[in-house]
């Protein structure tokens, strides 16, 4: 098994603050598959910077506040 | 388990069945005509991948219908990268063989079965790539 993506991410916490969307709603909105949102919150895959943006817009907040460093 | 997934699985236990099918026919008559084995083989690939992509595009429409997004064209560049390699190595070797005596009809057999061991190759390589962690 590969190394895991050092980058953490808030997409379940923040699906949860708003009304529970869905994953499969988030992936359309996005642009990506359910599977590819499933990924991103397991810490399994890091997405583009573009769809990072899509996430973050989706939520009204800044990259930054869905996207991290580990360790940081 | 995802649209483009299944369709590996589907697709790859379709290239094993028929390519071991394949192999069957040759081992049977060695030097009979390439034509033999091969029309019988492409067709039964194609009819094959025609009837299971229809039933896996039944089955769940929405996702049949999506292209591919980034992970997943990640997963499908990198498994293609990996089993041309495999092809390349196949072709190599079968030349090798038909400078070193082998008929041009076991170089063409050599080479249809490079094909389809990189085939599967590439198929078992996107459902690994879809399941692990990627960049």
Redesign the interface.
């Given at each position: 098994?590969?190394?895991?993506?050092p980058i953490t991410n808030r997409v379940r916490e923040l699906r949860e603050e708003h009304d529970r969307i869905s994953q499969a709603a988030l992936?359309e909105a996005v642009?990506?598959?359910?599977?590819?949102i499933i990924?991103i919150e397991q810490?399994?895959?890091?997405?583009?910077l573009e769809?990072a943006f899509r996430i973050a817009r989706r939520f009204g907040v800044g990259v930054e506040d869905v996207f991290g460093w580990e360790g940081e | 388990m995802s649209f483009r997934e299944k369709s590996a699985w589907v697709m790859g236990a379709i290239m094993l069945a028929t390519g071991l099918w394949y192999a069957q026919l040759v081992a049977a008559a060695p030097q009979a005509p390439v034509i033999g084995p091969l029309i019988p083989y492409v067709l039964a690939v194609i009819v094959l991948s025609i009837v299971a992509q229809v039933i896996l595009a039944v089955a769940s429409p929405k996702e049949a219908d999506a292209p591919a997004d980034e992970r997943e064209r990640a997963a499908i560049d990198r498994a293609g990268h990996f089993s041309g390699a495999v092809l390349g190595f196949g072709v190599i070797t079968a030349i090798v063989m038909h400078i070193g005596g082998w008929s041009a009809t076991l170089l063409v057999h050599a080479i249809v079965g490079a094909l389809i061991v990189s085939t599967i190759a590439e198929y078992a390589l996107q459902i690994f790539y879809f399941r692990r962690a990627t960049r």
């Open positions: 098994m590969s190394k895991r993506p992936g642009g990506v598959t359910r599977h590819t990924a810490g399994r895959y890091s997405p583009s769809t | -």
